[in-house]
């Protein structure tokens, strides 16, 4: 089309790999023609979220026509006296996604370089590179766990930022708290250090908070609503930094009002009712040890995870086992990053889910 041809496009922009996401749960019922779906592609809660945050929405309390407060501050005063990190060191977004974003807009210009691990989450190398950084990715040793060597040695040349998802995403693997203490050690004040903890709810092992204190180092801990808390329609999400400076910036890269009202009042609802996300990361976890052992039984690997899904490596393509799962109602996510073609990550869904995956798993890989 000839007005086309007068755009011009950032070219930085046009070439962006796109976000591998989930298959929405109508299309799925569309192109399956099942009412019943599994929906095992998302990481998200399978269980919904706390009904206090649903009575909210029922209630006069929460009133649509007002702009939100642009500071998040009953949100960010919740979650300073759940974390213990002080108010003005805590950003809040539209879902953590969008601090991904923000950090990678902050601190990283063109010809900048950033470092993570593969497979990874799209999102650690996308925003870097639409900021016009190169992103140097360190695979995930044979047995899919961290590569903490070559890890070390690649934070030797100072990337400029550090994206490092703990527990994993896709694979599921979480560092201790000393191999997290080495990747600390061997990151220079030159290298912004984030830590994405989206399934910090579903493990004990780190905590990446402790390591906001540390002289030397800069320091940005992820946390979000998405996952243990069932809030992810509602995008909200949060950043714990090192100082106020580095808050600072990660707001001015950010728009004024992107966390809406209902996110704001949900998520502090949701964060004040522990134990409701306790029971349900309870049960999720208890399934997964279930359901990984059943694949195993299969003769598939799956990856040992400390998160709400588990990475399984499949005899044929993961987008074939995948299109077939999905004509029984199951939506899973083959993974698409080079070299990872025959693996898939399936989240824990409940207990009639996790069997519906099951039970079709079996009959789509039995020769
Ligand atoms: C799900 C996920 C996020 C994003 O969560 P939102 O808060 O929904 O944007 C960030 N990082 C990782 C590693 C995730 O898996």
């Given at each position: 089309m000839e007005s086309d041809v007068k755009l011009a496009p950032n070219p930085a922009i046009a070439d962006l790999p796109l976000y591998n996401a989930g298959m929405n749960i109508e299309f799925a019922r569309k192109v399956s023609g099942?009412?019943?779906?599994?929906?095992?592609?998302?990481?998200?809660?399978?269980?919904?979220?706390?009904p206090k945050v649903r009575a909210m929405f029922a209630s006069d309390l929460f009133d649509p026509s007002r702009y939100p407060d642009p500071g998040c501050t009953a949100l960010r005063e919740a979650i300073s006296a759940r974390t213990?990190?002080?108010?003005?060191?805590i950003v809040v977004g539209n879902g953590s996604e969008e601090i991904v974003a923000a950090i990678s807009r902050a601190y990283l210009v063109t010809g900048s370089r950033a470092l993570t691990v593969t497979p990874s989450f799209g999102l650690h190398e996308i925003d870097p590179i639409a900021a016009g950084a190169t992103v140097t990715k360190i695979p995930m040793t044979?047995?899919?766990?961290?590569d903490i060597a070559a890890l070390e040695v690649a934070l030797a040349a100072k990337p400029a930022v550090f994206f490092l998802p703990t527990p994993s995403n896709p694979v599921g693997c979480t560092l201790g708290m000393l191999q997290l203490e080495r990747l600390a050690a061997a990151t220079s004040p030159e290298t912004l250090f984030v830590?994405?903890?989206?399934?910090?709810?579903?493990?004990?092992?780190?905590?990446?908070?402790?390591?906001?204190?540390?002289?030397g180092l800069n320091c940005v801990v992820l946390r979000t609503f998405s996952k243990a808390y069932g809030l992810a329609g509602l995008r909200v999400g949060y950043g714990l930094c090192s100082n106020a400076g580095i808050a600072d910036m990660l707001k001015r890269a950010k728009?004024?009002?992107?966390?809406?009202s209902a996110a704001q009042m949900a998520a502090t609802i949701a964060l004040g009712d522990q134990e409701w996300m306790e029971a349900s990361v309870a049960k999720i976890t208890a399934e997964r040890q279930r359901v990984a052992l059943q694949v195993t039984d299969l003769g598939l690997f799956a990856a040992p995870s400390s998160a709400n899904f588990i990475f399984v490596r499949t005899p044929k393509p993961g987008y074939e086992v995948a299109q077939a799962l999905l004509m029984n109602g199951v939506v899973v996510k083959p993974w698409k990053e080079a070299g990872f073609d025959n693996w898939l990550r399936v989240s824990i869904g409940t207990d009639v889910e996790n069997d519906m995956f099951l039970t079709a798993l079996k009959e789509v890989i039995t020769p």
């Open positions: 099942r009412s019943q779906i599994a929906a095992l592609a998302s990481n998200e809660n399978p269980y919904g979220c706390s213990n990190v002080a108010l003005e060191n044979q047995d899919m766990e961290f830590i994405d903890e989206a399934y910090f709810e579903f493990q004990n092992e780190v905590d990446g908070t402790r390591f906001l204190g540390r002289s728009p004024p009002f992107d966390v809406n």
